[in-house]
């Protein structure tokens, strides 16, 4: 017995709201070939973790791609800003575009390429939230699909299908002596530019002839990028193939739909590690400068990068006509379909998106619900839940469910409101209990429902 029989007792009880607390939103991911990157510092499929300004990990990035993001990134950190912290997974390069687009997918069950990610909080200690693949979420393989143009005569059984180049799949059906359709069973992947026919061989009849139509597919890259940033609570930015055809760019970001994914149409001319420049989608860019941001706002991810003037470049690609106050120039009319730009400043034009430099123009992702289109909102909500997460677990199993222990739920989440307020990073917040959403039986369980709206605001885009 350890307490006296005649005497004091005391304990000392902590039942003040806990403090806000939430994750690190500014954590880099860079998902690249590897190139001549030292594989001793950077093995292969390996998340690695490191400060963007780390001589030792500079010397050992080489010169190819994973060298050009970061002094890309480095270029774009705030005044006080030593570094970016920047998870990176490299890959082999393959032989193709093809081939290394599927070594930067890489495999789920054995968590290669992208999928390196998701371990990367065990092996690290740093969740990636901020994702690129500067370069390799442009690109568009196009999709074979068949028709039948004449359905011949004379057919007992269907005649096989032949694409060439191979590549796609098909088979034929029959009807009446005739072929009927075309059922395809694998669009293939072509490269731009491909002329693909199909010819009808055997079968027993005559006559039949079919025509190819191709269309652009989603980016391989893109299409598995969603299901890996709700897993991470991260947002990506994704560029463009940077042609300069203002319908292609549209088209490509016809195919993603996510309120985490961040289309741009932002190709920059870079300095490289040799004389030559080289041309480059500025996704890195926009990661730097999404960091630097942050570290502006202590951390938290509540604004946007939009206005920020892009530092490093010789200049654009592409320079897309803008107007601020016209909405029929080509600027505009990317930003209207949720594409980012980079558009450069004017001295003698009133309307120009600066008076000089290079300005990143957008806020908007790729979300198809108006609600969620906001970059800045998407990665805020994220922080928000992370934070009530982060309150609620030290609660759970150590205290019972009573009006005092629900009333500390309560007030651990009108810390986090109030906190939010006094940042200026939300319009207003509610926290409630409402009795008809907890039953008896619930309570009684150990289960009840509270409730926490909030509002965050918006960056101004039209005045």
Known sequence: MTTPAYGIVIQERTTAPLPVQSGDFSVIGLLLPADDANPAIFPLNTPVAFNSSDPTCLAAAGSGDLFNALTAINNQLA???????????LVTRGGSLAATLAALVGNSGSQTGLYAFLRAGAATGFIPRLIGAPGYTGSQALGASAAVTAGGFGYTTAPSVTF????????????????????????????????????????????AAVSVTLSAEANVLV?????????????????????????????????????????????VISPNTVSTPI??????????????????HAGVPGWSISGRQIQGILGLKNVYSFSLTDGATQGQQLLADQIAVIEPGAVASDTAIAASGYVWAGVWNASSDPRAWFVNKRRMKDYVNLALVKSIRVRLGVDNVTPHAVQAVLNDMVVLGSWLLSKQISLGFKVSFSPSENSPTELAQGRFVVDFANETPAPITQV
Do not use: C, K
């Not at 098909?170 to 026919?197: C, E, L, N, R």
């Not at 940033?229 to 195919?255: C, E, F, K, P």
């Not at 860019?285 to 999404?290: H, I, S």
């Open 279 to 296: 041309y480059t989608d500025g996704v890195a860019e926009a990661l730097g400068a999404q960091a630097a941001v942050d570290f502006q």
């Open 164 to 207: 060439s180049p191979s590549g796609a799949t098909a088979h034929a059906t029959v009807s009446g002596g005739a072929v009927t359709g075309i059922v395809m069973d694998s669009p293939g992947a072509y490269a731009s530019g491909t002329t693909v026919t199909a010819s009808l061989s055997g079968g027993g009849g005559t006559g």
């Open 223 to 267: 299409a598995a990028l969603p299901g890996v940033l709700n897993s991470l609570l991260a947002t990506a930015i994704v560029g463009s193939a940077g042609d300069g055809v203002i319908a292609n760019s549209i088209a490509w970001r016809q195919t993603m739909s996510s309120d985490r994914l961040v289309p741009s149409d932002a190709w």
């Open 79 to 89: 005044p006080w800003q030593s570094a970016a912290t920047v998870v990176a997974v």
